[in-house]
């Protein structure tokens, strides 16, 4: 399959996925699925952008040295699918900030990232920043944390 067919095969899934989501928040209440429904909007969008770039003649990858490929790296692709996966099953398990923690600090040093110190100090200035946002002043609960339940909220 040549480039553009992908793009538009995989622009179609995405909004499959994407109109998947949106009717899944039909019975929350309203000011809970207001910001996620923006989110799903936007993405939405921009993958029709994506879509009618491709289909409206957009140049095609530059020929040359590497032949196009949708993945450039599948195996990396597998590994961080797995890996996201992984973390959905914690995040109902142990809860969301001791799994974020984990994923955010082994995905990268899985693909080669060698600055632990930095990692670990972006992964609770982003954990510290959510909490702050949804704990604090949206004052939202998160999923429930098994080994610091009062993060939970």
Known sequence: M????TELVTGAAILAALAFLWMQLADTPAAARMFPRSIIGVMALLTCVMMVRSYAGRT??????EEWRFFKHAGRFGISVGLFLVYLLGVSNIGYFASSA???MVLPLVFGFDRP???GVTMLAFLTFIWVIFVMIFGRTLPAELLFPALGG
């Open 2 to 5: 040549g480039w553009r067919a």
């Open 117 to 119: 110190g930095m990692l």
């Open 102 to 104: 984990v994923f955010l």
């Open 60 to 65: 095609a990858p530059a020929a040359g040295v």
